[in-house]
């Protein structure tokens, strides 16, 4: 390969003009295999941040991130695979119960998934909390688990895209995350690499996701849907609205538990709207006719969980760690309850130890934010809205604080706005 100079790519970019593919194959295998400084590689991720990508950049630049690992190879498993993928959120447990109530309808579902940071849970911590469940499965023990159970929910390992693990660390710690062209091509070189058919993103909107607005998260997911397609996986995705936290609970073991619920049938209405939703997005892309709703009225998709669990060396019958400490957050006044913010109450959830400041730092698996109401519900001055969940005294002061303007009550019912706003295809 040509050798560049960093300064004269991220001048390139910084004055508004497309990288050339071979500069683009040139800063990510340099900065993947270590050779270039994090000053001039967070250089350039600014300068994406402001300027953009072509569409021509960016498949080079999601094609080489991709190109940085394995590729993984699912055809052994005989069955068609599918799997989803959330751009992040609060209280977004579905993939907890979504996985196998797809498995549960004949599909194998390779979930490739990350760890909270900030106010976003994630699913690896979440399933953390399990006794006993390991994250870390090699490419093998992945094909076998998915193989036996049709199901598996773990990290990434070493060998799969590479450069996202790098420029997603990197972006964390120069305010270079929220870029459409950035996400999407880290989203989906991972889920490239994972070797699934079929692909349905779960692309937030609001308060607590990275894209506010409607028109960004268009943006994105009709970005991701094309990249997708550009590599053979049928791709879809739908946006869903994220202005207030998804079911009842934010916090690791909290999660696992409603979860558990939507598994028996007794769910929150708002998870298994956008779980049966996304399930039946990918039964459709991946051309398997089945109910997902009846996968759980059957039990089928609970017995599928322990199996998965137990496939990943978790124990399904332990119980689940609770935090010592609790604290409710009251209503400061009678009438309707119409917005609970999901950020706010991210930031809670984070402060009371579900969540982590730096990638390395340990996560409390009992800690978060249990809502006792929901928007649409009446509530009377004093009566608790939120239980507040910690393993320490000391840190309900901060997450109170986060709370301060996150309830909306009114005297009016204010109607609840679409859970599902928009589905994108190519
Ligand atoms: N999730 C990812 O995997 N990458 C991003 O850039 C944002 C969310």
Not at 16 to 40: C, P
Not at 176 to 204: F, N, Q, Y
Not at 277 to 301: F, I, K, T, W, Y
């Amino acid at each position: 390969m040509p050798d560049h100079h960093a300064v004269d790519v991220i001048r390139t970019k910084r004055d508004g003009d497309a990288l050339s593919d071979e500069q683009i194959r040139w800063f990510i295998d340099t900065y993947t295999a270590g050779d270039m400084a994090d000053e001039q590689a967070s250089a350039l991720l600014m300068a994406i941040f402001w300027r953009g990508m072509t569409a021509r950049e960016l498949t080079i630049w999601t094609a080489t991130m991709l190109a940085s690992g394995r590729r993984l190879d699912l055809s052994s498993l005989g069955r068609p695979t599918a799997d989803k993928h959330s751009t992040g959120g609060v209280g977004d447990k579905v993939s907890l119960p979504l996985a196998p109530i797809v498995a549960a309808c004949g599909l194998c579902d390779p979930m490739l998934s990350g760890r909270g940071l900030g106010h976003t849970g994630g699913t690896l911590d979440k399933l953390e909390s399990i006794p006993g469940y390991r994250v870390a499965l090699d490419a093998a023990e992945m094909i076998d688990v998915l193989a036996k159970v049709g199901c598996a929910i773990c990290a990434a390992g070493p060998d799969l895209a590479p450069a996202d693990k790098k420029l997603y660390a990197l972006r964390d710690v120069t305010g270079t995350v929220e870029s459409i062209p950035l996400i999407a091509s880290s989203i989906m070189s991972k889920k490239l690499a994972e070797g699934t058919e079929a692909l349905v993103l779960d692309v937030k909107v609001g308060s607590g996701a990275f894209m506010r607005d409607v028109d960004s998260a268009r943006e994105l997911a009709e970005t991701m849907v094309r990249l997708g397609e550009a590599h053979g996986v049928k791709t879809a995705a739908l946006l869903t609205n994220m202005d207030m936290p998804l079911g009842r609970t934010a916090g690791n073991a909290l999660e696992v538990s409603e979860s558990l619920d939507c598994l028996r049938g007794h769910g929150p209405h708002d998870v298994m709207e956008v779980t049966y939703a996304l399930a039946e997005e990918m039964l459709n892309l991946a051309g398997v006719d089945a109910d997902p709703r009846a996968s759980v009225e059957s039990g089928a998709a609970l017995v599928k969980f322990h199996e998965m669990v137990r496939a990943q060396g978790g124990d399904p019958d332990a119980p689940l760690p609770e935090a010592s400490e609790r604290r409710t957050f009251e209503a400061s006044q009678d009438g309707w309850l119409n917005g609970l913010d999901a950020r706010a109450v991210g930031i809670a959830a984070w402060r009371l130890g579900a969540g982590r400041a730096r990638k390395e730092d340990p996560v409390s698996a009992g800690a978060g934010v249990v809502c006792l109401k929901k928007p649409g519900e009446q509530v009377s001055q004093g009566e608790p809205l939120l239980e507040l969940h910690a393993d320490h005294e000391r840190v309900f002061d901060a997450a109170l604080a986060a709370l301060d303007d996150a309830v909306d009550i009114g005297p009016d019912r204010a109607e609840a706005p679409p859970l599902i706003i928009e589905r994108i295809t190519a």
